[in-house]
């Protein structure tokens, strides 16, 4: 499994915010700088975030973006699967895009793998994940991630 771009920095995206969780809403403008992301690029990346009610944003004078909930209970599958998916091919989610989904012996251990994928990718919130940004940047917050 490859990731996208777009997925990379969606988790980048996140984990900053995280790392600010409770400061009030956060202006993409800050987060692309700290990031070195094109704020035109993660205003596209926000849009699913958004839809996928991960992040609430504030149209306000000091608007901004912020995590929808608390970093502990935030996974980074819940932050992948709006951004890229989960499933490791397309007739695990739609069995109508293949006519062998009933024959295809192949089906089944790419389902096992994308059940073990997203095991995995639940078993992690933005909490640990802030913390190990965090420890990384010798608890300089303006360094996280």
């Known amino acids: 499994m490859k990731l996208s771009t777009k997925t990379r920095y969606g988790v980048r995206l996140m984990v900053d915010l995280a790392c600010r969780y409770g400061e009030g809403p956060v202006f993409l403008r800050d987060i ?8 035109k690029y993660l205003s596209q990346i926000v849009i699913p975030l958004r839809k996928a009610g991960l992040l609430q944003s504030v149209r306000v004078a000091h608007g901004g ?3 929808a909930g608390p970093p502990a209970v935030i996974t980074l599958g ?5 951004l890229e998916g989960i499933s490791p091919v397309d007739c695990l989610e739609n069995p109508s895009a293949c006519d062998r989904v009933p ?20 078993s992690v919130t933005l909490r640990d994940l802030a913390e190990i940004s965090l420890k990384k940047a010798e608890n300089d917050l303006s360094r996280c991630i």
Do not use: F, Q, T
């Not at 819940?78 to 709006?82: K, M």
């Not at 089944?108 to 095991?119: F, S, T």
């Open 32 to 39: 692309a700088i700290r990031e070195a992301i094109s704020e």
């Open 65 to 67: 973006y912020s995590l």
């Open 78 to 82: 819940e932050i992948i699967g709006p």
């Open 103 to 122: 024959v295809c012996a192949a089906r089944d251990i790419w389902a096992m793998l994308g059940g073990k994928i997203a095991e995995a990718l639940n």
